[in-house]
């Protein structure tokens, strides 16, 4: 078998009204996604999507002619492109969306089994006073999802623990709250700089009484001993991050010295789905927890499902959502059906070979820029 093309769709969604997510300064008015397909001499296609694969043209001529089931030499091809500037791993998904297409299986059993399905957490975008914020969390809570994510923003400290605050009052003991501050993420043209570890020493000691799930990325990443701090002084609240982390040796340096209690590399935007595997497996061999970020659309949640259903991520899995601003429907724009959690707030592995992305093919062909 050769890849006989790979070819991107550059889609452009307007959102009305925009999404003014917590870590953009800027609203967003429209949603970009890039579909990547491959294309093989069998007939066979993988699809994969996630990062915006900006500049790929230059490197498109290392896969194209190579048989796409030689994953291994994939990645590594891969690694040296991203090397340069790009962050092609969507393209990692769609290999193996046409490995999982070739072997009859879904890409989750090829990547171990674990689970057939994984509960999710609503995962927040917007700031919303407390009384709002209730209000959706109440309504997450009807709709099946057992926990939500609240992002706190460094610029409206009191006013984020507050609403973490509204949010355990209303909805008790019983429901799980996750904290993002975000501190790892930067859009381009932030040179704010981060709150400092004294003040962020403050916040999440205020968080771990109200009895947050977890704190996602308190700290920059480089501040190793900083996150051992925060672990050391709040033993009752895991620390999360690494979602945008390029890095596997420096990963696997944060699991060596056990910086984190939940890992969080995303398999189509930070280091792929086959090196996102060896560190995830690392971290269930030290005990600790891995679920990926999976922030981008429902290609990207596809791929990470398919990794964390198959290495047993957990407990949960990021389900990004946050209505009106951000829906299934918009999420997921390019797919034939938005994925949906079932009765039991879980997000289920489809049955079908590969990842199981189904293309609204009308959708691609409206919104393509």
Do not use: C
């Not at 034939?336 to 049955?351: K, R, Y």
Request: net charge negative.
């Amino acid at each position: 078998m050769k890849i006989t093309g790979i070819t991107l769709d550059h889609l452009r969604l307007p959102l009305d009204p925009p999404l003014r997510a917590a870590w953009d300064p800027e609203p967003r008015r429209h949603f970009d996604a890039t579909v990547v397909r491959v294309h093989t001499d069998e007939g066979v296609t993988g699809i994969g999507s996630g990062d915006t694969m900006a500049g790929f043209e230059a490197v498109r001529h290392l896969f194209v002619g190579t048989d796409p089931l030689d994953i291994v030499r994939h990645v590594k091809a891969l690694e040296t492109a991203n090397f340069h500037g790009g962050s092609y791993w969507p393209l990692e998904a769609a290999l193996w969306d046409v490995i999982g297409q070739v072997a009859g299986l879904p890409v989750a059993t090829l990547f171990g089994n674990a689970a057939r399905s994984l509960p999710v957490y609503a995962s927040t975008a917007e700031l919303k006073p407390p009384a709002e914020r209730v209000e959706a969390a109440q309504r997450a809570r009807e709709e099946g999802f057992r926990a939500l994510k609240i992002r706190i923003d460094r610029d409206r400290v009191a006013e984020g623990i507050e609403t973490v605050a509204a949010v355990r009052e209303a909805l008790g003991p019983d429901f799980d709250i996750m904290v993002d501050l975000n501190q790892s993420w930067r859009m381009a043209g932030d040179t704010a700089p981060a709150t400092d570890l004294a003040a962020t020493r403050r916040i999440v000691r205020r968080l771990a009484e109200l009895d947050v799930f977890w704190v996602e990325e308190p700290l920059p990443y480089a501040d190793i001993d900083g996150f051992r701090t925060l672990r050391a002084e709040n033993p009752g609240v895991r620390i999360a991050a690494g979602e945008m982390h390029h890095s596997v040796p420096e990963l696997l340096r944060y699991l060596e010295h056990d910086v984190l209690d939940v890992y969080q590399m995303d398999a189509v935007l930070a280091v792929g789905m086959h090196r996102a595997r060896t560190l995830a497996e690392v971290a269930s061999v030290k005990h600790r927890a891995f679920t990926p970020h999976s922030w981008t659309n429902g290609i990207g949640l596809l791929a990470n499902l398919a990794l964390a259903a198959g290495v047993g991520a957990g407990p949960y899995l990021e389900f990004p959502y946050d209505p009106p601003g951000w829906t299934p429907q918009r999420r997921d724009f390019m797919l034939a059906q938005p994925l949906m959690i079932n009765e039991q707030g879980e997000l289920s592995v489809s049955h079908q070979p590969g990842l199981g992305v189904e293309l609204d093919e009308e959708a691609v062909e409206r919104w393509r820029i």
